[in-house]
């Protein structure tokens, strides 16, 4: 793991990239960011979390670092001690995560448990929805209380490294890293209600759009050419032909913008409440 650190004494407010070996946006997105050598009026931590998976351009080696926090310092998996060790760095920092997908190229915030503290950050990322990943809650580092992850578009794309860089600088801006004020962007709201799975053996054509009311009654995939009917209205997240092998995505619920939604807590509370228990 790479810990860089900008502006001087302790910080509390962090990003990472290379949570996954195979998403190298959020590494070049730090890396520009450091080239660019701005000033900054409060220090921040840019961290490299997955380096050995990097190099090997995997998603993870031993166990996947977004399903295992809080990690175990004794395991045997390399992830399970890095997630460990990367929970040491961002404790009691606000963070922004930054991932990418095969599913969408466009960038969008996921969080899990939203209070005052992620509704912040997450509303002014210039994103196309913020996602709410609560109900299929997995140990994954957007449960934890300060913490808003970003898919920033397509793996390996250089659209994705400028989408992750501008929610970067978005992120730093509202923490108040650097001057000026971040994007007054307010996106939509999207509930995860249950993932949809596929059939083993099974091959799907996704036919809807994510992020696009799917109607009651409407075709949204075939399977082997039988169509898939929405039995009522929902809003497709990350649904895609190949993403997964046994997930063919989310089904999701609009709430509407960020900032017309109830949220409780201030995030300060800890791990130890429970964040992560789900
Ligand atoms: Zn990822």
Not at 133 to 159: H, K, M
Not at 219 to 240: I, Q, T
Request: aromatic share 6%; net charge negative; with cysteine.
């Amino acid at each position: 793991m790479q810990v860089h650190t900008v502006g001087s004494g302790p910080p509390d407010v962090a990003v990472v990239g290379g949570v996954h070996g195979d998403e190298p946006c959020g590494v070049r997105a730090i890396e520009r960011l450091l080239d660019a050598d701005p000033d900054v009026e409060r220090p921040a931590k840019l961290i490299v979390a997955n380096e050995r998976a990097l190099e090997r351009g995997v998603r993870y080696v031993d166990t996947d670092l977004n399903r295992t926090l809080p990690g175990d310092p004794e395991s045997d998996l390399h992830e399970d001690r890095l997630a460990h060790e990367l929970l040491a760095e961002v404790e009691g920092c606000t963070t922004l995560g930054i991932h990418s997908t095969v599913s969408y190229e466009n960038p969008f915030a996921s969080v899990a448990y939203l209070n005052e503290r992620k509704r912040e950050v997450a509303a002014h990322l210039p994103v196309d929805g913020v996602v709410d990943f609560t109900v299929v809650a997995d140990g994954r580092s957007a449960e934890l209380p300060g913490f808003v992850d970003i898919e920033a578009g397509r793996q390996g794309s250089d659209a994705a490294v400028d989408n992750a860089y501008d929610c970067l600088l978005a992120f730093l801006r509202t923490t108040g890293v650097l001057p000026s004020d971040p994007p007054d962007a307010d996106p939509a709201f999207y509930e995860v209600t249950e993932p949809v799975y596929k059939d083993p053996g099974r091959t799907y054509r996704f036919l809807a759009e994510n992020f696009e009311r799917v109607d009651e009654g409407e075709r949204f995939a075939v399977a082997d050419g039988d169509p898939l009917v929405a039995e009522m209205s929902f809003w497709p997240v990350l649904m895609s032909d190949h993403g997964h092998d046994s997930l063919l995505g989310y089904r999701s619920i609009r709430r509407g913008p960020l900032s017309t939604l109830p949220v409780s807590g201030d995030g300060t509370e800890s791990m130890a409440n429970g964040a992560t228990d789900g």
